[in-house]
């Protein structure tokens, strides 16, 4: 595998996780309990969709074809997606919404940090201004966790609930393939051995704080979309809704 290959992959990846999490969290508008956290939710979802322009724009500019942002995101079918599965989850209740972008959260903060170190100058700009957004998504997500995992009874085993249905669901954001170890020797991608530790202590701690029970980290786990395109039944039902605007009027400009 070429670098650029590589490169362009690694990019796509990327873009596609925040695209497709930033459309479930849109999914929320005007739905949110109460309007700040409605607010709050689609600010997130807007940063989200930010920063997947920034990668699929990279990816098409790394690619070469001349193809641009809005063609990768709304002209490609399922199978060449590779966002992580985690992100195509359900909403289902506020409890599973706030504990999906959690996981996801707390893994992008500590990847992108390490990414800002990157020699690709660009993926490593594209960190930069992300980290900031994504500090911010980190503790939203944490106290609501908090909030709602020590609060009531009934808001304790949803949020109990949302972690043993989601969390089969991480182990994903932490494979590597011949995509990574091309870049990780470049010096342009990290290494997500040592994230995934940082991303356990994390996790661990706030859930001692919500008085939430852990899982046991097991070598099995739910996989396909990030490096094969193999997705969930969901996928195709939010492709069918994200892009459908831009299928039947594709020569419509905004």
Known sequence: MTKQEALYKYSLRLGDSTLILGHRLSEWCGHGPKLEQDIALINIALDLLGQARSYLSYAAEVEGKGRTEDDLAYHRVERNFHNLL???????????TIMRSFFFDVFHYYF????????DEQLAAIAAKSLKEVTYHVKHNSDWVIRLGDGTEKSHKIMQ????????????MFDMDEVDETLIKEGIAPDLAPIKDKWLQKVKDVFREATLEMPEVQEWHHTGGKMKGIHSEHMGYILSEMQYLPRVHPDATW
């Open 86 to 96: 985690l992100t195509e989850r359900p909403n289902d209740n506020w409890g599973n």
């Open 112 to 119: 992108l940090s390490e990414l800002t170190k990157s020699k």
């Open 161 to 172: 609930d949302a972690i043993d249905e989601l969390w089969d669901y991480t182990g994903e």
